[in-house]
């Protein structure tokens, strides 16, 4: 339970201003409420109008946009010897390493991509994405941590966004370390990956609901452990796509569109495309794509990646996601 005294959410800069930082980014490269909920990562909630609230990097977030400006502030851990009253500014501020935390939030929103000129590029490329773009400015793909992004990605075949995040909140308080407390609500870090391999690590997650996708769950864990480890995991952010895409399919859980996910969320293979049957339909009926079949079979869908990898070019996986 949450201690006498929780933290409160500072959900805007001029309450707290020492505890805010903020980053240059205009509206058309970044977009917190069209990247936040669109279902690339699950610990995100907005926490007041325009204030999102998540876990990044085993840290607790709020950020929000105001005019060309990314304002963010990070709160501080529990301290279990030390409660603190945090009744507007709190005495003790919070003060992170700046360049640090700046850092974080540059590669997770990947901000040194331009992405007003990809904008532009697809557009000349495609009167169709050309069309919808401008109701999407800022749609960027977030660069998330592979262990998280696997493993939640698995949890969403057959899904959607709301479940899974409930999916993965419930993940996170049985098995992730504990942060702090805000407003009564606790956060905790995404599991470790030696939290994910203990012998009962299945039954728990059936427990929590996660049916059969807790055997998926607990047996990546384990190959991974036992294979190539959480850092081979990073390191196939350096390999070749089609490598990092056969290593992540041979994983219990994973197919093609989950391996793609996890590919370019988290292993910077902006190429990647993952196909659906949203975007399977999309294909056919409005880019005239002519496949056969029925169904999605692994050649449409190999088919179809190529076919948009030759459309928008080497972030074909940015513009998708538009």
């Avoid at 301290?79 to 935390?101: F, Y």
């Avoid at 990647?272 to 002519?290: C, L, N, S």
Wanted: charged share 25%.
């Amino acid at each position: 339970s949450c201690s006498p005294a929780p933290m409160k959410l500072r959900d805007a800069p001029s309450a707290c201003p020492s505890l805010w930082r903020w980053l240059p980014c205009p509206p058309a490269e970044l977009r917190l409420d069209l990247v936040l909920s669109s279902g690339q990562s699950f610990r995100w909630w907005e926490s007041s109008p325009g204030a999102w609230t998540g876990v990044l990097a085993g840290r607790v977030w709020t950020l929000r946009q105001d005019g060309d400006r990314l304002w963010y502030t990070v709160y501080g851990e529990e301290d279990e010897h030390e409660e603190e009253e945090w009744d507007g500014c709190p005495g003790k501020a919070v003060k992170p390493d700046a360049a640090e935390t700046d850092r974080i939030l540059r590669d997770y929103f990947q901000l040194d991509v331009g992405l007003s000129a990809l904008y532009h590029a697809w557009g000349a490329a495609d009167p169709l994405f050309r069309k919808v773009a401008s109701d999407f400015p800022g749609v960027r793909v977030l660069r998330q941590d592979p262990v998280e992004c696997l493993f939640s990605f698995i949890c969403t075949s057959n899904n959607h966004i709301s479940r899974i995040t409930a999916m993965i909140e419930r993940l996170c308080q049985a098995f992730g370390r504990r942060l702090c407390c805000l407003d009564s609500r606790p956060f905790h870090a995404f599991p470790s990956l030696s939290a994910l391999t203990g012998a009962d690590a299945e039954a728990r997650l059936r427990a929590l609901g996660f049916g059969y996708r807790a055997k998926f769950v607990s047996g990546s864990a384990r190959a991974i452990a036992e294979g190539l480890g959480s850092e081979g995991l990073c390191q196939l952010r350096t390999a070749p796509y089609a490598e990092a895409r056969r290593v992540l399919c041979a994983l219990p859980g994973v197919g093609a569109k989950v391996a793609d996910c996890v590919c370019l969320l988290s292993l910077d293979k902006a190429e990647a495309v993952p196909v659906d049957t949203h975007v399977w339909h999309i294909a056919r009926q409005r880019y005239g794509v002519a496949l056969g079949g029925k169904s999605l079979t692994p050649r449409a869908y190999q088919e179809i990646g190529d076919f948009f990898r030759g459309l928008w070019g080497p972030h074909a996986g940015w513009a998708q996601a538009v």
